[in-house]
């Protein structure tokens, strides 16, 4: 079994920055992509940023671009996501999710939480006002 551990998460200003990481353990696998999501209570789990694994490439949810970067160290097969400019629309349970190589494309950015294998157990953001 895979084991992701989100850390980094906390209490922050508006406007602050935050990084959140995500280290992967337990049996080996080679991730394909790994991507950030949130969760506000009631809502649906929305997409934040994915990464391909091997070639580092990203894409961002619209309203994410430009304030946060998702990042890799495939030594230490950890993946971060740095928050800049955070407003308290941000608040949120933050998931990091590790998709496995089976039929995955690397041509395809995946956005929805049904295609990962694997998730965290969540890190709490708030962001005061």
């Known amino acids: 079994q895979v084991q992701l551990v989100e850390s980094g998460g906390g209490l922050v200003q508006a406007g602050g920055s935050l990084r959140l990481s995500c280290a992967a353990s337990?049996?080996?696998?080679?991730?394909?992509?790994m991507g950030w999501f949130r969760q506000v209570p009631g809502k649906e789990r929305e997409f934040v940023a994915t990464i391909k694994w091997s070639a580092g490439s990203t894409y961002y949810a619209a309203s994410m671009k430009g304030r946060f970067a998702i990042s890799r160290d495939n030594a230490k097969a950890t993946v971060y996501l740095q928050m800049n400019s955070l407003t308290p629309d941000d608040t949120a349970v933050y998931y990091c999710?590790?998709?496995?190589?089976?039929?995955?494309?690397?041509?395809?950015?995946?956005?929805?939480?049904?295609?990962?294998?694997?998730w965290g157990q969540g890190t709490q953001v708030t962001v005061s006002s």
């Open positions: 999710a590790l998709k496995g190589t089976r039929f995955s494309s690397s041509s395809i950015y995946y956005t929805r939480a049904l295609e990962y294998d694997y």
């Open positions: 337990g049996r080996t696998i080679a991730p394909h992509d």
